[in-house]
């Protein structure tokens, strides 16, 4: 007798596929920061970006926004303090936190970023038309807010 679990066809479910596409994205990211002499992972790119929007963020939202165990953003970021990329400063209202700051060095960094996350984008999007685009987004809007709400309700 068949098990319940021998019976998922995982070939037409919508998770391996997202999977897949992260990794094959993740690894093209990170061929292309290699190929433009970028000393920079995704994960640090996405640190700068949240930065670059709203510097000075204290280190739990960054975590937050992030979606990164507190533990793991603090080696991050101190793989980033070595770079020179950010710096972390005690808060004034909380001696117990840490805001995060983009250098001069990460904002350069992030601006070096801009050419090549358009190429990838390019890249991925060019045989994609605006609806599909739309339509793509739109279905992933929803896995991420079913997701959550499942996650948000245990």
């Known amino acids: 007798m068949k098990k319940e679990f021998d019976l998922i066809d995982f070939e037409k479910?919508?998770?391996?596929?997202?999977?897949?596409?992260?990794?094959?994205?993740?690894?093209?990211?990170?061929?292309?920061?290699?190929n433009a002499g970028l000393d920079l992972t995704k994960e640090q790119m996405i640190v700068l970006k949240k930065l670059h929007e709203k510097d000075g963020l204290n280190q739990n939202?960054?975590?937050?926004?992030?979606?990164?165990?507190?533990?793991?953003?603090?080696?991050?970021?101190?793989k980033m303090e070595?770079?020179?990329?950010?710096?972390?400063?005690?808060?004034?209202?909380?001696?117990?936190?840490?805001?995060?700051?983009?250098?001069?060095?990460?904002?350069?960094?992030?601006?070096?970023?801009?050419?090549?996350?358009?190429?990838?984008?390019?890249?991925?999007?060019?045989?994609?038309?605006?609806k599909e685009k739309q339509q793509i987004i739109g279905i992933l809007k929803k896995v991420q807010f079913s997701i959550t709400a499942k996650v948000a309700s245990l």
């Open 82 to 130: 070595s770079k020179k990329y950010v710096v972390r400063k005690q808060s004034a209202e909380d001696k117990r936190s840490n805001e995060v700051f983009l250098t001069k060095e990460g904002r350069e960094m992030f601006k070096r970023t801009r050419p090549v996350i358009k190429s990838i984008m390019d890249v991925m999007e060019q045989d994609i038309s605006k």
């Open 13 to 34: 479910s919508i998770g391996p596929w997202l999977g897949k596409t992260v990794k094959i994205v993740d690894y093209y990211l990170q061929e292309a920061f290699q």
């Open 61 to 78: 939202e960054l975590a937050f926004l992030t979606y990164r165990d507190k533990s793991s953003l603090a080696r991050l970021l101190a």
